[in-house]
Each structure stands twice: as structure tokens, then as C-alpha cells.
């Protein structure tokens, strides 16, 4: 580590942003058992220069406390200092969980599926984004022209996302012009949605050392391809083969999948308010756009909010490791904390009420007639974040996932975006959370 190396203690809040204060590399140890203190009202703050009204006052810190595992320090660019972060656990000071932590909130959800089922819950996050930037030309959708246009920032992204450790699988071209999308291997427990953050903001870094801006915005301009956040989910058991396999079951699910989907099928309404939490969310969310309009369920079907991904595999005893399920509603405005959290405990619900496999749609469901989704007890996503905040607000079991001040103050926040942008244009919508994400 060279003199003037600052390593940053950071942690992703309510709006998705990662947040940090920073230390000089040489003081990082003594930081290490209770962190920095942080106002706690700065979990009011939404993605922009505004802050929620908040049940805090001025007074109460927490302690932004470094989770040792989440090292992450990149060294790929002789012209920049090296990227050193750890990703934090916020603490109270008597050194309990805070209740407004997200990584808490997604840890708790993760021991109680442990607990409950005796699994782990192992997930990946695949990253869409947008570029922009000085002299970036027009792309043709999934070219190869695409990629070699930014070739040299494809070649450290790459390098940074491998120093990362953030198990990168493929980097490649998308359908929207300067469209990307990155994927990685699946992270065991609480890894899963580090390991989304760290690569986020890898990719980030890897962006601004060319000049460009990653954006993860789940829609650029109201027209335009959106970005997703899709998560690939699955369980291990003790002896790490997939639960989530059967290869009796309705398309390879295991009775315990099949539960848990259902509980997210069920839950889907509400949970959009944790995984598309922002006005821009729902310019995304809707049929046709391969994002997903409708609570349903389908096998290999883009336009189900949770969908099988068979494994490509043909030797019936390798077969179970590929499988995994997936759920599309989620995007870049959604901290992955939030998200795997409300994750598990939608799919928990279904585990414990044994819920059945709801029916596998071979087709878009806006492609359907009104009577045709009512028998399959197809209903549509909100419309809005306003709708789906509702929605939570409707769920009295999704609104007990978050403990009371979580609740509303997540919620307060969400609501301020709402007033903030109430009759704004739309692009000018998309604008600004183009900027901001
Ligand atoms: N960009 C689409 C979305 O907003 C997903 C396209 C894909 O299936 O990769 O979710
Ligand atoms: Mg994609």
C-alpha cells in the first residue's frame, strides 16, 4: 500500500447508494472493531441533495463497522490510486445490529432461511448498465463492433472485477446502444449481495478511469431499453448439491422451490417496493420489455417476475448444479441488500405456509385476457412506486418483514422521491436518476 492510500468504510443505504467515509490505509486496523460513526438520520437521505423527514433527531450515531471479508482493493490503472474499500455492518454503540442496517436486514432474513430450511440461499446479481461519455458512438445491439469500441475499458473491467474477486462470468453487449451487462457467479449467504456492490461499483471505477459513466438506471429515457438488476437464485444443502433441484419436480423445482416461489408470486406486489424503488422503476416494469408486468410464474419465460432456468446440462448427475430460479422486477435503484433480503423472506412465506407451485405461464401474460389471468390468479405489478408502496403497506406479512422504525423510514423516504418528482416530466424524470445511479 503506497503512502496517501485512503481505504474507504462504506455501506449501501435505503436509495441503493454507497455511501463511505475514509481513512488513511496505515490507521484501517484500528478501525476495524467499532468503525466510524455516522449520523443515523443520513439514512434519510435520498439519491439526491434532499433528506426525508426521519424519526431520528441530530443526536443518535451508528458505527459503520468494516465486515473484514468484504476487502476489496484494486490496483489495475498506473495513472490512479488503488480502489480500497470494505463494505460495513452499521452498528448501534452498544455494538448490536442497527435496525435500519440493510446488510442487517438482509442477514437476518438469510439466518432465518438457514434456520427454517437448513439450506444456504446462494444468488447473483447480473448487472445491466448504460455508458456514456465524450466520443462513445452509437452501438449496434449485442455486436462484437460494440465491445471493441471499448475494448480497452472491457480489458480493466475485467482485470479490476477479477482483482475484486467478484467471481465475473461474462462481460458483454446488450441490447440498448452502450449497454453492457456484466454477470458473476453466484455468492454463498451474505456474500451474495456484497459481492453485487462490490462489483457495481468495480465497474463503476473501471468506467470513470476511461472518462465514461456507468449508469445503472432501470431506464435511461422513457423510451429506451432498460436496465435490470435480474437475481439467479438457489439453494445448497449440507453436502452442497442443489435443493432447489428435483429432477422430478415441475420443471426441476423441488418441493421446497416450488414453495418458495410461490411465496414470491404471492408476495410480488409488495415486494417491488423493496426491489423497484424508485418513480424511474416502473418507466422498466411492464409487459413486453422482457422486465415483467405481472406477479406470475413461467419456465424459462422472460416475461414471468420469477422464472426457471433449466440447467443446460445432459448428464443427469451434473444437471442440479446449473439449475436456479430468477426474479426480473429487480433494478440499480434497489440496494441488493433490500432486495435478497425481501427475496428470502417472500420465499419463506411460501415455505412455511407450503404454498403450491402457482401455474407455469408459457407465454406473456399481458398476452392473456383479464378472465383468462384471473383463473390462474395472475395479477398485474403496481404502476408506480406510489402503487407499490401501497401495496407493502396492503401486505401485512411483507410489511412485518421490516421492523417498525425500518418500516417507516424506508417508507418516508421512498415517499419524498414521489413528492420530489410529482409532475415532472418524465425524461427529465429519467434525467436525473440517470445521474444519480
Ligand atoms: N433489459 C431487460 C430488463 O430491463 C432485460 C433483458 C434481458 O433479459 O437480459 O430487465
Ligand atoms: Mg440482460
Not at 426525508?52 to 468484504?70: F, I, S
Not at 460495513?88 to 448490536?96: I, L
Not at 472518462?211 to 453436502?239: C, E, I
Request: overall charge negative; some cysteine; glycine content about 8%.
Amino acid at each position: 500500500m503506497g503512502e496517501g492510500e485512503v481505504v474507504y468504510l462504506a455501506w449501501n443505504d435505503y436509495v441503493g447508494v454507497t455511501r463511505c467515509r475514509g481513512v488513511p490505509a496505515t490507521d484501517v486496523a484500528k478501525r476495524m472493531e467499532y468503525g466510524l460513526g455516522w449520523a443515523v438520520a443520513g439514512q434519510a437521505l435520498t439519491p439526491f441533495d434532499d433528506i426525508a423527514p426521519n424519526p431520528w433527531g441530530p443526536m443518535l450515531e451508528v458505527r459503520q463497522t468494516p465486515v473484514k471479508e468484504t476487502e476489496t482493493r484494486v490496483d489495475v490503472w498506473d495513472d490512479a490510486p488503488a480502489f480500497h474499500f470494505f463494505l460495513c455492518d452499521s452498528k448501534m454503540p452498544d455494538g448490536s445490529n442497527w435496525d435500519c442496517c440493510t446488510r442487517g436486514f438482509m442477514l437476518k432474513a438469510l439466518a432465518d432461511f438457514e434456520r427454517e430450511t437448513g439450506f444456504k440461499f446462494i444468488a447473483s446479481f447480473e448487472h445491466e448498465f448504460l455508458l456514456s461519455g465524450a466520443g462513445l458512438p452509437e452501438m449496434t445491439p449485442f455486436s462484437l463492433e460494440a465491445v471493441r469500441m471499448v475494448a480497452p475499458f472491457v480489458k480493466e473491467l475485467t482485470h479490476a472485477l477479477q482483482q475484486a474477486d467478484s467471481g465475473v462470468e461474462t462481460v458483454e453487449p446488450e441490447y440498448g446502444s452502450r449497454q453492457f451487462e456484466v454477470s458473476c457467479a453466484p455468492g454463498v449467504g451474505a456474500q451474495a449481495g456484497d459481492r453485487a456492490i462490490i462489483t457495481r461499483e468495480v465497474i463503476r471505477e473501471a468506467a470513470r478511469r476511461r472518462g465514461y459513466r456507468a449508469s445503472f438506471t432501470p431506464k435511461p429515457m422513457p423510451n429506451a431499453v432498460g436496465n435490470g438488476a435480474h437475481v439467479h437464485f438457489s439453494f445448497l444443502d449440507s453436502q452442497g448439491a442443489n435443493a432447489a433441484y428435483d429432477p422430478n419436480g415441475t420443471g426441476g423445482a423441488s418441493r421446497v422451490a416450488q414453495h418458495f416461489i410461490a411465496g414470491v408470486v404471492k408476495h410480488m406486489p409488495a415486494l417491488c417496493a423493496l426491489v423497484a424503488p424508485s418513480p424511474v422503476s416502473y418507466y422498466r416494469l411492464g409487459p413486453h420489455h422482457w422486465s415483467c408486468g405481472y406477479a406470475s410464474f413461467g419456465i424459462q419465460n422472460r416475461e414471468a417476475a420469477v422464472r426457471i432456468c433449466p440447467s443446460p446440462e445432459r448428464d443427469p448427475k451434473k444437471k442440479g448444479r446449473a439449475f436456479n430460479m430468477e426474479l426480473r422486477a429487480p433494478d440499480g435503484t434497489a440496494s441488493p441488500y433490500m432486495v435478497i433480503g425481501g427475496l428470502v423472506r417472500a420465499g419463506l412465506e411460501g415455505i412455511r405456509a407450503q404454498l403450491p407451485l402457482p401455474a407455469a405461464l408459457d407465454k406473456d401474460p399481458a398476452e392473456l385476457t383479464d378472465a383468462e389471468r384471473a383463473a390462474l390468479g395472475v395479477v398485474p405489478l403496481p404502476s408506480s412506486l406510489s402503487e407499490a408502496l401501497d401495496a407493502l403497506e396492503a401486505d401485512p406479512v411483507a410489511k412485518a418483514w421490516l421492523p417498525p422504525v425500518m418500516y417507516e423510514s424506508y417508507t418516508l423516504v421512498k415517499r419524498k422521491e414521489i413528492e420530489m418528482f410529482s409532475g415532472l416530466d418524465p425524461a427529465e424524470i429519467c434525467r436525473r436518476y440517470h445521474d444519480a445511479y
